[in-house]
């Protein structure tokens, strides 16, 4: 075989086993998160950047409705936020058939994104959590794409699949759904890091 022939094998084989990324993948996203009838001051407003299919997502945004705490803060599977408990969202984020664990985990569902944290501060009225995360297992396209899913923001603290019981390992424990919220693509959002 000649070494050009070789080459052009080569080529071929790269390109017949392309790394699977879509041609184009939306950089932002937004979520409005509604409350659930047992948590009816829960509001939050979410925003989703990522630069290229290859860079983390970053999450911004400004939630408030619950006591200062830890609640869990996950993507779940289903963007139907019909009802008034968020059970429509369906459980967790796993395409991968994963069990539960926290957002730096190697293995966990993809929508782990572990807690967020409401705070008292002296200008708000009343507790609130300011998110501002980086996850590198989410993505705005292709496999680990959630756009068209929903948000939900949980009664209580994830426990990160460290509980010793059977609920840890698929919910982190984390008590009823407090709102939800579909994650929604859009384009031209002013830069969140203004917002909040
Ligand atoms: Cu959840
Ligand atoms: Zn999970």
């Keep these: 075989m000649t070494r050009i ?4 094998i080569s080529i071929g084989v790269c390109l017949s086993n392309p790394v699977e ?3 184009s993948c939306p950089s932002q996203a937004f979520v409005a998160l509604q409350p659930t009838k047992r948590f009816p001051d829960l509001r939050g407003d979410l925003f989703l950047n990522q630069e290229d299919p290859n860079s983390p997502v970053k999450i911004t945004g400004k939630v408030t409705g619950l006591p200062p705490g830890f609640n869990g803060f996950h993507v779940h599977m289903i963007g139907n936020i019909t009802g008034d408990d968020c ?3 369906g459980s967790h984020f796993n395409p991968f058939g994963e069990e539960h664990g926290g957002p730096d985990d190697t293995r966990r569902h993809v929508g782990d994104l572990g807690n967020i944290q409401f705070v ?3 200008t708000e ?3 609130v959590a300011r998110i501002n995360i980086e996850d590198s297992e989410i993505s705005l396209c292709g496999e680990r794409n959630v756009i068209g899913r929903a948000i ?3 009664a209580g603290p994830d426990d990160l699949g460290r509980g010793r019981n059977e609920e840890s390992q698929k919910t982190g424990n984390a008590g009823p759904r407090a709102g939800c919220g579909i994650v929604e ?3 031209g959002l002013l830069d969140s890091s203004e917002i909040f």
């Excluded at 022939?5 to 052009?8: D, E, H, I, K």
């Design 21 to 23: 990324l879509p041609a």
């Design 185 to 187: 693509e859009t384009e």
């Design 125 to 127: 009225e009343a507790a």
């Design 87 to 89: 059970l429509s969202t």
């Design 5 to 8: 022939t070789f080459l052009a």
């Design 120 to 122: 008292e501060e002296p």
């Design 152 to 154: 939900v923001v949980h």
